[in-house]
């Protein structure tokens, strides 16, 4: 079945640096990739969706400019944290559609920012 | 905006026995799919089954069935014969129909299924 690859599954980095998340849609195109943050016990929040040669759009109380995400193929979407901090630490996850298929999801990155 | 409502934060249920999962949703749409995510301490998120809002008949997939009743707005998980391995939470969501849908999940169940 159809395959989103996320990476890394998890990192750690120092306040104030970047991190790049990547999703892959391994066997299928994903015209739109949707970002989830999800804190400890908590569900799945919609950050962003990303559409594959445009902009992304934003929820509501998400900054955009902290959050940053590209999608400049139909088979790779990136979510950036830029100058992370320790309150950004969270889940985030990915998914995307298969045409009429149920949203896949990828594995997952756990962000820690010390 | 739809809205998804999971009201049991917490479940616990014996080892073969069998146990429902409350969700409810509001929405003005007439199609839409409806879901149950199981998202184990891994964090990964599984399907576990989905319905068509268009079907009447209720989706099953081996011991996990749905009660959906559309104009109750209301769709249930039964887990019957619970493993050990059901311990997870579980995720009701709501997509519009359409190629850019996004999920909408409830705030989720812990389930625990025990000896």
């Known amino acids: 079945g159809a395959v989103v690859s996320q990476h890394p599954s998890w990192v750690i980095c120092k306040s104030g640096t970047s991190v790049k998340i990547e999703c892959r849609s391994l066997d299928f195109q994903a015209t739109t990739m949707f970002w989830y943050r999800q804190f400890p016990k908590q569900s799945l929040m919609l950050m962003a969706t990303?559409?594959?040669?445009?902009?992304?759009?934003?929820e509501q109380g998400v900054e955009k400019d902290k959050f940053l995400i590209n999608h400049a193929s139909l088979t790779l979407s990136t979510l950036t944290v830029t100058s992370a901090h320790p309150e950004d630490s969270s889940f985030y996850i990915c998914?995307?559609?298969?045409?009429?298929?149920?949203?896949?999801f990828g594995n997952g990155t756990r962000l820690t920012v010390t | 905006a739809q809205t998804v409502t999971q009201s049991q934060p917490e479940m616990s249920v014996q080892e073969a026995e069998t146990v429902t999962l409350s969700c409810t949703y509001d929405?003005?749409?007439?199609?839409?799919?409806l879901f149950w995510y199981k998202q184990p301490p891994s964090r990964q998120m599984i399907l576990v089954i989905r319905?068509?809002?268009?079907?009447?008949q209720n989706a099953t997939e081996n011991r996990f069935s749905v009660n959906f009743q559309k104009a109750a707005k209301s769709f249930s998980l039964k887990i019957s014969d619970s493993q050990l391995g059901d311990t997870a939470m579980y995720f009701c969501?709501?997509?519009?129909?359409?190629?850019?849908?996004?999920?909408?999940f409830g705030t989720g169940t812990r389930l625990q299924v025990t000896l």
């Open positions: 969501a709501f997509m519009k129909t359409g190629t850019a849908s996004k999920l909408t």
């Open positions: 990303s559409n594959e040669g445009s902009k992304a759009t934003y």
């Open positions: 929405t003005s749409e007439n199609n839409y799919y």
């Open positions: 998914s995307s559609h298969g045409g009429n298929s149920p949203l896949h």
């Open positions: 319905q068509e809002a268009y079907k009447q």
